[in-house]
């Protein structure tokens, strides 16, 4: 069920056998000691490889556990990396996401703290709801053409990040998108976005200049609040 292992914090290994066919959510949170989650070979509904949880055919990258850490390289056969397939993998220092991602769930990489870079693949249309949040040591990203839309707190408090170009297919930026991104100086906004979400910029307090297109009908509210620097 949800949250079943939450704060196992010395558990290092589980095997789930042939008949488990529903995983809750969070399972296995905060597990920080967790390095291998072993499914049977058998299962009709789950498979794993070198400790990584996926759905059966591989498609889903649907636990990374918290305790690997170094580099990962997602297989080929992943279209899709699950809500909150990474979250507080504090360890975890790149990660190669492959070609035929298409989606980044929500929360996908929260709180993964020793995370530098990372780069999207073209294939990828949609980053979610806070899938970067508290990254803080994130210091560039490259967001490919193919992305219309950054989704709410996706970049929030990540505080490293000093540059970002957003792609000309993005639409929209998102609620809190960039809050808290301390070391981020400037930012063009191409002219395909119409809107700024609500505290989509609030305490980028090292942000000296911005440049909003006409594109741009709509800022929310508190959208630069804080930003003490902000000259122009």
Known sequence: ?????????ELTSITIPDSVTSIGHGAFWYC??????NVDASSDTYSSINGV???KNMERLICFPNGKSGDYEIPDSVTCIGENAFYGCISLKSITIPDGVTSIGD??????????SITIPDSVTSIGEGAFYGCNSLKSITIPDSVTSIGKSAFSRCDSLTSITIPDGVTSIGEYAFEYCDSLTSIAIPDSVTSIGDNAFRYCMELTSITIPNSVTSIGDWAFEYCERLTS
């Open 53 to 55: 949880l996926f759905n």
């Open 107 to 116: 929360w996908a990489f929260e709180y993964c703290e020793r995370l530098t």
């Open 32 to 37: 920080s000691s967790l390095t291998s989650i």
């Open 1 to 9: 069920g949800d949250s079943a292992f939450r704060y196992c914090m």
